[in-house]
């Protein structure tokens, strides 16, 4: 199966957006306020022992997921542009440039809101501890953000979500160093899986020498310092050589789509395996509620277990991405967006010639990309967002499962509010400045595409059927009757 120039491009515009996942990360963040300021925590105590709250309390996993993407995208677009032209030295410092001036306008901005005007934004009784510590964090370590080192500073309030953005910076760079330093297709794969292997043993050594956990346990006492204190978070969750494997594995799966795409491949034959494709959403829901058994009281985990368990589960994750990302790419499902077709006037018949598809009508819906405009910001902000509101309270509030539904919704809304502004005066203004200054018009192109085009086409060796519904064509010679040579004039 051979794809054209514009299926390339659109290839992965399921996959493009993350504003699907940024809206999962946002609620996994939410239940904060009520982990840290409730007046029941005895419910919050019950929640560790419910299923579908483990979910919520390990879904940080899902950050896993945007390391394979990225690792992915990275790869397939560096192999399209090396059929037109060649990954020299010179270029690299400027796509690693590029790489930051796309990400650092919007975050230097919230940066700087933060640690200046932030802590004039309300009062409270832990507005100081809440959003004054933060404030001063950020005076003191914004220098680290901007180089983006801040996913090895430890104990800093200043947006500590923000490792993600580190972690992925260093690893766009690591990507384009093994396209860089190793040209032929082996030796790729070769670095690639020692990318792999590193990315598995760097956490298991760091559990087992440091004595973690092997997951990111949000507790009561860590959530409070919103986790920066905790020494699983600090050297394992955090870390960029800790979060390799995914990103190693997101590389190997963009040169095998991509050489997938350039193969005649009948993806009819690989459709029989579309249950293992539905399974790949209640496969990760179930292993993020696995983490659940390092909630429970009276079970101490043997750190033999705790070191195999935390390089596994992300690689487990890793291979959800395998899975659903080159599903949803070769369409293993079928969109069908009518169940009925009508048969005569009065009966509708029900099809069963298409299978409606159950995640590509979702991750495909074209209100995902109005999200993902402004999902970069959203990210940005949301914790901030977080911390106002709750810092603002003046009393304690009563959690429960309504009220965690609530608050998370305000901040999924009050945080694309401000994304949204975010968005439209600086982070698009920049990108669209950096793309004007790096990929600048040639002047030898014309400027007005209709001027230059020619009044008429000579097309030869034509077939005698042609389609003239859109064009005019007259044969040479249409005066003199003649066989037909193949030869159109076509009247522009």
């Excluded at 070191?307 to 069908?336: A, C, N, Q, R």
């Amino acid at each position: 199966m051979f794809f054209c120039e514009e299926e390339l491009e659109t290839a992965f515009r399921a996959f493009r957006e993350r504003a699907c996942t940024t809206f999962l990360v946002i609620l996994g963040h939410s239940p904060l306020a009520a982990v840290i300021s409730s007046n029941n925590p005895h419910f919050v105590e019950l929640t560790y022992y419910d299923p579908v709250f483990q979910i919520f309390y390990n879904g940080n996993l899902i950050v896993q997921s945007f390391f394979v993407l990225s690792g992915c995208l990275l790869a397939f677009n560096l192999l399209l542009m090396e059929e037109k032209t060649q990954l020299t030295w010179p270029k690299f410092p400027r796509f690693v440039i590029l790489r930051w001036l796309r990400l650092t306008p919007p975050y230097a901005a919230v940066l700087a809101v933060i640690a200046t005007w932030m802590k004039r934004f309300g009062d409270g009784p832990t507005w100081k501890p809440v959003v004054g510590a933060e404030t001063e964090a950020c005076r003191r370590d914004w220098f680290y953000h901007l180089l983006y080192l801040n996913d090895y500073v430890d104990h800093s309030q200043c947006m500590a979500h923000t490792w993600y953005i580190a972690v992925d910076m260093k690893l766009t760079i690591l990507g384009l160093l093994v396209f860089w330093l190793v040209k032929s297709w082996r030796a790729r794969k070769i670095a690639i899986g020692l990318a792999f292997v590193v990315g598995v043993v760097a956490p298991a050594l760091s559990t087992f020498l440091l004595n973690l956990n092997a997951i990111h346990l949000v507790s009561p006492e860590v959530a409070r310092n919103y986790f920066v204190e905790d020494p699983t978070f600090n050297n394992l969750y955090k870390r960029t050589h800790t979060n390799i494997v995914c990103y190693a594995m997101g590389l190997a799966l963009g040169m095998w789509i991509y050489k997938m795409m350039q193969s005649d491949i009948d993806v009819t034959k690989y459709k029989k395996y579309r249950p293992v494709y539905w399974a790949t959403f209640p496969v990760g829901a179930l292993l993020c509620a696995l983490g659940g058994i390092f909630y429970m009281d009276g079970i101490q985990v043997p750190l033999l277990a705790s070191v195999l368990y935390s390089p596994g589960i992300k690689l487990m994750f890793g291979l959800l991405g395998f899975v659903l990302i080159p599903g949803t790419i070769f369409k293993l499902e079928t969109v069908y967006r009518g169940f009925l077709e009508w048969q005569g006037n009065f009966f509708p018949l029900i099809s069963l010639s298409e299978i409606p598809a159950m995640y590509r009508g979702f991750l495909e819906w074209q209100g995902w990309a109005v999200f993902g405009r402004v999902s970069y910001c959203a990210y940005i902000v949301h914790v901030a967002v977080i911390r106002v509101t709750t810092a603002n309270q003046t009393t304690l509030q009563h959690s429960n499962l309504l009220q965690i539904i609530l608050t998370y919704f305000a901040h999924l809304v009050t945080s694309f509010v401000i994304a949204l502004p975010c968005w439209m005066m600086i982070e698009s203004p920049f990108n669209q400045l950096v793309k004007l200054c790096s990929y600048p018009a040639r002047k030898d192109e014309p400027q007005d595409t209709l001027k230059t085009m020619p009044r008429e086409v000579t097309l030869k060796n034509m077939p005698q059927e042609i389609d003239t519904k859109d064009v005019n064509p007259v044969f040479m010679d249409s005066s003199k009757e003649k066989e037909f040579d193949g030869t159109v004039v076509v009247k522009l």
